[in-house]
Each structure stands twice: as structure tokens, then as C-alpha cells.
């Protein structure tokens, strides 16, 4: 299997870059700079090397920087930002920071003939963020791409099959990226397509059957695609020494606590631990309105309720969490406002004594993780399941949560679920949902008076869930729904349709 090494230098985009070449059918492998050397480089029989960027600048005493003979080692090397000027300047050309030329965002860029461009304009939209840049190639380089700023926006040594951008292939916004990425795998490294995510369940699984052998291992399944995938492949490389503990806090859609522990525990035949502990947090959250405190009372409450689990089972020795990469970049910005506190797994390492934590998913978005999780044959509706957010059903109650309430909206939840799969729609939002709000209005029924719940149907519309459309659902849709919530559950009169969208609203009502 071909390969291709993403040597990293610290830029924010370079799992990005290791997506591209997968996307491409190439497997690609992510090395920190410093954790592999130009001969290891070559016993493993790359194909090519992708430098990524890095927020350094070549001269700075500390910024990192590699052996030059990697330049002549034969294998050819993609430069990208830093990683073009750090090329360059091991080869000897000049770099210079220039405040006012720097680029950030979108730039035309004007390239030339060259095989890295082929099937592009030679004008065309790339994503710059940089204020050092190129202005004397090295010896043996020519200039390939400029810009109206930069002298050097791209440069090649083609008999040492060289190349470096200044800007950002990677990105969706430079809009012939991936066929740059395709040019340079296939026109000058000269791979073949031949790897699928069928190989990365292999060699994950080779992987962990080599790491944690004879190793007891632990892992919180929340029933969720992450954790469901994680946990699967886990189960196919250790099998038994490999415990799930499920905490079902009773705030989950209806059904669904049943449905976790069959799938895992007799389908896949997953040592599974379901803890019911609905009692436990209902009695924490009882007369508890504020949205903040309900989460973190149900983030605190699954901790302690983890740890007791944890503390039966006798030692562990590996923690192992369903981190997929967007969270990686998420809790990375640690500057952001806080909307709301997501509840997940990451406290759990300060309380439960372990020694070593795996996340065998780190490297994946979100589709490769859907992609593996069918590869592992974990069910249809699992893989494609909606997100669902950790405190459960306790976000979508306005107001204090209990039993009945709980009960209300499981039904008018399931309902329209029920509905948006009849007419089979399940395709055309990303995530849909029933609110049960506090507010209670009069209405008629049969003759008499009613005084009875609001419930708030929801259905968005987005990529990344950042921002998000409400859905336009057929009114036909909507109105079958309604009917069935009012007829069919006792104490709901009035059903009302979010028309919002994100911002200025956010997805959940809490
Ligand atoms: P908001 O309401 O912030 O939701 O617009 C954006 C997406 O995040 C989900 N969400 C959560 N997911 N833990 C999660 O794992 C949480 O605490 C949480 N809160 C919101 C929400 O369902 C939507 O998909």
C-alpha cells in the first residue's frame, strides 16, 4: 500500500491535509518533525512527504527545522506555507517577512505551466495566511505561481521532484486544492489508489491488538456514533478485555437505553455494563431550572457514577474515549466563548486512575467515522444516527425536569420522529427534535376546557452545526405530527413549529 508521509511542523490544518490525501484513496500518515528521521523516512518506503505549515518563522532561533538531506533523499516533498519557506531556506534561498504584503484569505493567484497545476486556470482563488513569503527561490527552483503581493506564491525543483506553495491547498475556500493534492500524489509521487477505510479498521485493529495486549481497557459508551464506533473497534482487537459501561441517566429518547445494550452487549457480544441510574439523577435535578446548572449537575452526577463503576472493576489500566478530530480542534480553542458547557467524557481522566488513555479515532472526521463504523458492521440507523447531546432530554425540558415530563416528551419526540421517517425525509435535515417547554395555554377538546403543555417541534439545516437553517418541512409533515402529539398524549393541547435559525438561537432551547 502506498503511503504518504504529512510531516508536521504545527500548523492548525494538517489533519485537514492528511483528509485530502485519504480523500484521494492514498493512505497518509500525520509524524510530528522531530519524531522521525530522514533514515526512518526511508525505511518506511514513503511515497512522498507533505510539509505542512506552522505558525513559526524560518529564522526564529526556536522555530522548528529538519535535516536538509531529506531535499535529496529522492522521495518527492510537497512544501505547504511554513513548510515551502522552511524548504526553501534549507536549500538557500531567501525569505523575508514583510508586514505590509502579508496575505490572509482569499487571493487570485497566477499560476504557471507546471505539473502540479494541471487542469487549472492559471488564474485561479487560494487561501493565504502568511507574512513571510519566498523572495528568492533556492538554486534549481523556479518560480511557479505568484500573486499581486507575493513574487513566489508557488516553486518547483523538478529534477529533485520539489514543490511548495505559499498558500493553502487543504482548504475548501482555495478552490483547485484538491486537484493540486491529486497532482502531486498521483503525477509526481506516482501512488496508486488503493487504500479504503476497510484498511483503517485493519490496521487499527492490528495496532490495538499489539498496543493493549493483555491490557484491561474501559470505555464510556453513550450509545452515540463516536463512542458506538470506538467501542466496536476496540471490541474486534482485545474482545473481552475490552468493558463498556453505559450510564443511562433516564434523560434518554424513548426506547433507546434498550436498544444500546441489545446492539452492544448481545449483537456484538461487548462486555457491557448498563448502569440505570434515572433515579440518582432525577433526584439531583429536581426543583433545578437554570440550563447551566442542569448541566453541570448531569456532567457531574456521570462522572461519579463512571467512577463507581470504575472502582468495582479493579484496576484499569487504559482509559479509551470515542475523541474524534473536530473535538481535537474544538477543545483546542481555548479563547472562545462559553454557550453552553458540553457535557462528554473529557473530565473523566482526573477521577478514575488508570495509566494510559487510547482514542483510536483522533485522526477522523466525522464521515470517515460513519465510513469505519459501516465497515464494522454496527447498524445502519446507529451510523447515521442524529446527534444527541450528553445531558439528554434534561436540555430540551424548559423548566424543572421530572418523570412526567420526561414521559411527554419521549412520546411527542418519537412521534415526530416517526412522521419525518414516513415520509422519508430523514435526509433532508441534519437534526430534529421535540421541546417541551414550561408554558401551558387553554384549549378545547371534546366540548370541554383544556389547560395544557407547549411542545416546540425543531428541524435544522447546516454543515457543522456552527450555524444552522431551520428546515422547511412540508406543512403536511407538520401537521400530521401535530395531530398525533395533541391526540395521542395527555397534556399537550398546543404544538408550535421553531422557525428560528442559529444564530440568533441555538440549536437546543437550552
Ligand atoms: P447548540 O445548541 O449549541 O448545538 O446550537 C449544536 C449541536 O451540539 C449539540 N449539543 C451537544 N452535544 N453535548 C453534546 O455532545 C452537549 O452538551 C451538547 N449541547 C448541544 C446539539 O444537539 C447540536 O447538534
Known amino acids: 500500500m502506498d503511503k504518504i508521509l504529512v510531516l508536521d511542523f504545527g500548523g492548525q490544518y494538517n489533519q485537514l491535509i492528511a483528509r485530502r490525501v485519504r480523500s484521494e484513496q492514498v493512505y497518509a500518515e500525520i509524524k510530528p518533525y522531530n519524531k522521525i ?134 482548504v ?3 478552490a483547485y486544492g484538491k486537484q493540486m ?22 490496521i487499527a485493529v492490528e495496532k490495538y491488538k499489539r498496543k493493549l495486549a493483555g491490557k484491561k481497557v474501559l470505555l464510556a459508551l453513550s450509545g452515540g456514533v463516536d463512542s458506538s464506533v470506538a467501542a466496536v473497534l476496540l471490541h474486534k482487537a482485545i474482545g473481552s478485555n475490552l468493558t463498556c459501561v453505559f450510564v443511562d441517566h433516564g434523560l434518554l429518547r424513548k426506547d433507546e437505553g434498550d436498544f444500546v445494550e441489545n446492539t452492544f452487549g448481545e449483537q456484538f457480544g461487548i462486555n457491557l455494563i448498563r448502569v440505570n441510574a434515572e433515579e440518582r439523577f432525577l433526584a439531583k435535578l429536581k426543583g433545578i431550572t437554570e440550563p447551566e446548572q442542569k448541566r453541570r449537575i448531569i456532567g457531574e452526577e456521570f462522572i461519579r457514577v463512571f467512577e463507581n463503576v470504575a472502582k468495582e472493576l479493579g484496576k484499569i489500566d487504559v482509559l479509551a474515549q ?13 479563547d472562545s466563548a462559553v454557550i453552553k458547557s458540553h457535557h462528554n467524557v473529557g473530565g473523566l481522566p482526573d477521577v478514575i486512575a488508570f495509566d494510559e488513555i487510547v482514542e483510536p479515532l483522533r485522526d477522523l472526521f466525522k464521515d470517515e467515522v460513519r465510513e469505519t463504523g459501516t ?6 440507523e446507529l451510523v447515521w444516527r442524529q446527534p444527541f447531546p450528553g445531558p439528554g432530554l434534561a436540555v430540551r425540558i424548559i423548566g424543572e425536569i421530572t418523570k412526567e415530563k420526561l414521559e411527554m416528551l419521549r412520546e ?18 441534519n437534526q430534529y427534535f421535540a421541546v417541551l417547554t414550561d408554558l401551558r395555554s387553554v384549549g378545547v377538546m371534546g366540548d370541554a376546557r383544556t389547560y395544557g403543555y407547549t411542545i416546540v417541534l425543531r428541524a435544522v439545516t447546516t454543515d457543522d452545526f456552527m450555524t444552522a437553517e431551520w428546515t422547511r418541512l412540508p406543512y403536511e409533515v407538520l401537521e400530521k405530527a401535530s395531530r398525533r402529539i395533541t391526540n ?4 399537550i393541547n398546543r404544538v408550535v413549529y421553531d422557525i428560528t435559525s442559529k444564530p440568533p438561537a441555538t440549536v437546543e432551547w437550552e
Open 181 to 202: 493534492f491529486h497532482n502531486f500524489i498521483f503525477a509526481v509521487c506516482g501512488c496508486k489508489a488503493d487504500w479504503k477505510m476497510e484498511n483503517f479498521v485493519e
Open 488 to 491: 395521542e398524549i395527555q397534556g
Open 375 to 380: 465497515q464494522l458492521g454496527i447498524p445502519h
Open 37 to 170: 528521521t530522514p533514515e526512518e523516512i526511508k525505511e518506511a518506503g514513503y511515497k512522498g512527504i507533505i510539509f505542512t505549515g506552522g505558525p513559526n518563522s524560518v529564522y526564529d532561533e526556536t522555530s522548528p527545522h529538519y535535516d536538509p538531506n531529506i531535499l535529496d533523499s529522492g522521495v518527492p516533498i510537497l512544501g505547504i506555507c511554513y513548510g515551502n519557506q522552511l524548504m526553501a531556506y534549507m536549500a538557500g534561498g531567501e525569505i523575508v517577512s514583510a508586514e505590509n504584503s502579508s496575505e490572509y484569505g482569499k487571493t487570485t493567484v497566477f499560476t504557471a505551466d507546471n505539473i502540479l497545476f494541471e487542469g487549472l486556470p492559471s488564474e485561479n482563488i487560494c487561501w493565504m495566511s502568511h507574512t513571510d513569503y519566498v523572495k528568492t527561490p533556492p538554486k534549481g527552483f523556479t518560480t511557479i505561481a505568484h500573486t499581486d503581493k507575493c513574487p513566489c506564491a508557488a516553486m518547483c525543483d523538478e529534477s529533485r521532484k520539489l514543490y511548495g506553495v505559499q498558500f493553502h491547498p487543504e
Open 172 to 174: 475548501t475556500h482555495t
Open 322 to 334: 470515542g475523541t474524534i478530530y473536530p473535538d481535537v480542534i474544538e477543545s483546542g480553542k481555548g
Open 412 to 429: 411527542a419526540d418519537a412521534i415526530f420522529r416517526e412522521e419525518i421517517a414516513n415520509a422519508h425525509l430523514e435526509g433532508s435535515t
